[in-house]
């Protein structure tokens, strides 16, 4: 017999396919608000794999505050996007040297590191944070897109058991060998092996934004959540100054691998699209836009979008442009100054 919930949720997947149809169309509209996107930035190829000269635009929805690529890509060509060897979920991760990171800053990239440290008050997902914001009697926590393991590792020692869903066959191996129970998934597409129970906690971390369906997978984990459960969602904030100030170039931008481009007031709207409840709106991300690792990574990122290897010339103009950063940032609202946005939702 078919129930009002019944037709409620078979209405709710014709709106999403609906909307995912439109994305996929000439004329994209928000998932969010079923309005029109328009062009905000152009991506001229992937700076990961330049040999691929394919461009890409992102398209933004100013009601929604929301982004995504488009074309839209389809879920076969999305694993091509990944095939890097730099990339982090990799069990052969390409490793770089700290070292000469630290040399081609030098004394300014030290000096600003050491102010922006001072400056910092992000919520930090340190493990005492973990153990913080659990609920009561929590025992069991699924990870989705959850790497090699390594942020499980982190509040996995407050809970009775840990799972993992990752896309990344070589991550999932990696995560096994360390003795975790990590299975082969996507957020869209969650593998039996983790629906049968309900968890306490959930976490997504830098996952929403790689989704061809961010709501959808979202409306996934809730259903699995218990009914005291906390769902913890981080991503990118595309609101903040660096993103604004790099554009293109800007290192958590990341397209094509990035499908997604959230605000809070974004992140918060798919939350709740998906049936949840927010509770608390956290930023994190402020002195690692100005460690070495990150002013070599722009600059390098900015030279091969120019068709050319990256030099000492590039790393001076990076420091400047993060002098500026820093100037900008320091008695900034946490909407511009943070890099990154998470959200702590319950159930609705």
């Not at 409620?8 to 997947?13: V, Y």
Request: aromatic share 8%.
């Amino acid at each position: 017999m078919t129930t009002n919930a019944d037709l409620e949720a078979s209405m709710n997947d014709f709106a999403r396919a609906s909307q995912m149809e439109a994305m996929m169309s000439c004329d994209p509209h928000c998932p969010l608000t079923g309005t029109a996107m328009r062009p905000r930035l152009r991506v001229p190829f992937d700076w990961r794999r330049p040999e691929d000269r394919r461009s890409w635009s992102i398209w933004w929805n100013e009601r929604a505050s929301f982004g995504q690529i488009h074309p839209r890509p389809r879920p076969a060509e999305v694993a091509a996007f990944y095939d890097i060897d730099a990339y982090y979920t990799h069990a052969e991760r390409k490793s770089f040297d700290a070292t000469e990171e630290a040399r081609l800053v030098g004394w300014r990239g030290r000096m600003l590191s050491s102010l922006a440290y001072r400056l910092e008050n992000g919520a930090e997902p340190t493990a005492c944070w973990w153990r913080s914001i659990l609920p009561e009697g929590a025992s069991q926590a699924l990870e989705v897109g959850c790497g090699d393991g390594d942020r499980m590792a982190t509040y996995g020692p407050h809970l009775d058991a840990v799972y993992g869903v990752e896309p990344d066959p070589r991550a999932v191996s990696v995560a096994r060998e360390r003795g975790l129970e990590v299975f082969e998934g996507t957020a869209e597409s969650l593998p039996d092996a983790v629906k049968s129970r309900r968890y306490d906690l959930i976490v997504f971390s830098h996952v929403l934004e790689h989704t061809i369906d961010p709501i959808g997978s979202l409306s996934n984990a809730a259903a699995l959540m218990s009914d005291t459960g906390l769902m913890s969602v981080e991503v990118p904030n595309n609101a903040c100054e660096g993103a604004r100030m790099m554009g293109q170039a800007w290192r958590w931008l990341d397209a094509p691998r990035h499908l997604n481009f959230f605000t809070a007031d974004s992140l918060k709207s798919c939350a709740e699209a998906a049936g949840l409840k927010v509770q608390a709106v956290l930023y994190r991300g402020y002195v690692r836009q100005f460690t070495p690792d990150w002013i070599v990574d722009e600059a390098r990122i900015t030279a091969t979008m120019q068709g050319r290897q990256m030099t000492a010339a590039d790393v001076d103009w990076q420091l400047t442009h993060s002098t500026k950063l820093l100037a900008r940032t320091v008695l900034a609202s946490p909407a511009r100054k943070y890099d990154s946005i998470r959200v702590l939702c319950t159930r609705a």
